[in-house]
């Protein structure tokens, strides 16, 4: 029995069996001893050096069932068609019930600005973009929002956002001198309040409008 699961040839670090049901995309020196950690620098020794940007992924449909994307989605995909062919790869090779991880810088704070390969900048709506359910109900309020899930088929559930917060803010909150929506408030009108975005993705396979899509999307 073959136990392999990459199908492609010329990548480092061939040793994937069926055990490896989580994946760690852009891991550097950041390992996961439960995931397959992937990175496109060897200098980092991942079990497999791929180029995310490079689709199809040499992995099974529905294969994983958890994708940890810790401060790299940000790096990839310049080309808005070149992201979306990422989040599809993401899509079609997690299973039913996986769950993602995303953390990304927060984009009104320096640390984004400070590197010079962050492309883009993404929050948590711009992962709801590809919830089926959100997207419905943007066509029956006849809103105005990218409806992505429904235009390629994914269906991506937002079920908890958190935020990792600047010195001063931390010290703020933890002593309750700032609630949740005045927090809210400062987030989306200051610069520098939280470094980064905790993003707690849930994939739902088909997707709950997949009937709708086949309907009405051609």
């Excluded at 620098?41 to 079990?47: H, L």
């Excluded at 080309?79 to 990422?86: E, G, Q, W």
């Excluded at 001063?168 to 975005?197: C, F, H, P, R």
Aim: net charge negative; with cysteine; glycine share 6%.
């Amino acid at each position: 029995m073959n136990n392999t699961i990459v199908k492609s040839s010329g990548m480092l670090g061939f040793n994937m069996t069926p055990e490896h049901k989580k994946l760690n995309m852009g891991c550097g020196f950041k390992k996961l001893n439960d995931h397959w950690n992937v990175d496109v620098e060897s200098v980092c020794n991942p079990d497999q050096v791929l180029d995310f940007e490079v689709t199809p992924w040499p992995y099974e449909d529905n294969f994983f069932e958890k994708i940890t994307a810790d401060n790299v989605l940000e790096h990839l995909g310049q080309d808005p068609k070149v992201f979306t062919k990422i989040l599809k790869e993401m899509y079609r090779v997690s299973k039913d019930g996986a769950e993602w991880y995303i953390n990304v810088p927060h984009h009104r704070c320096d640390l984004f600005w400070d590197d010079y390969t962050h492309v883009r900048a993404l929050s948590a709506k711009t992962f709801k973009m590809f919830d089926q359910k959100v997207n419905m109900d943007s066509i029956e309020r006849n809103l105005s929002d990218s409806t992505f899930g429904l235009y390629h088929n994914i269906d991506l559930e937002v079920y908890d956002v958190t935020y990792n917060m600047v010195g001063y803010w931390l010290q703020q909150k933890e002593a309750g001198m700032l609630g949740a929506a005045q927090l809210d408030i400062n987030l989306n009108t200051m610069s520098n309040v939280a470094e980064s975005v905790n993003i707690f993705i849930r994939v739902h396979k088909p997707g709950r409008y997949s009937d709708w899509v086949s309907n009405n999307i051609k």
